[in-house]
């Protein structure tokens, strides 16, 4: 009997390294090579982009900023749920300064457009001043 139990046990042995072994060729099969970066094979245009959602398009998104994209023919424009002037500057004018760094349509129009006709406003700099500590930053971060 102590022969039968000897006899499994090393079969088992064998069976686990059988398994074990295939495992890390595929680990290491998985990690990019610098030249997939060239392969058109490896490379999905299409794909969903693994990188999360900037803070623009995450609040855009969840309805956030008060005023939408309407298409029109010739040109686009924005439509606001209430008027600009009523809007509290604080957040939205540094949120829609966040998506100017933004480089996917409807973001990259309707934040440079938003934050256009939030300065136009007539007491806009009255209400931006004080942001100005926050609006640097992100505008330096834009320009880059």
């Known amino acids: 009997r102590m022969s039968s139990g000897i006899q499994i046990k090393p079969k088992t042995a064998v069976q686990k390294s059988k398994t074990s072994s295939p495992s890390p060729e595929p ?24 990188r999360p959602p900037s803070t623009f398009a995450a609040i855009y998104a969840k309805g956030g900023i008060p005023c939408r ?56 700099a009255e209400k931006t001043i004080p942001l100005l500590p926050r609006l640097v930053p992100v505008l330096k971060a834009a320009l880059v």
Request: aromatic letters at 8%; hydrophobic letters at 35%.
């Open 27 to 50: 680990a290491t099969k998985l990690q990019p090579k610098p030249s997939d970066k060239l392969n058109p094979k490896t490379i999905d245009p299409f794909g969903v982009h693994s």
């Open 69 to 124: 994209l309407v298409h029109g023919s010739v040109k686009h424009r924005l439509q606001w749920e209430c008027l600009p002037q009523t809007v509290p500057f604080d957040p939205l004018l540094v949120t829609l300064a966040e998506g100017l760094r933004e480089t996917k349509h409807p973001y990259t129009f309707v934040s440079k457009e938003g934050f256009k006709e939030l300065l136009m406003v007539e007491d806009a």
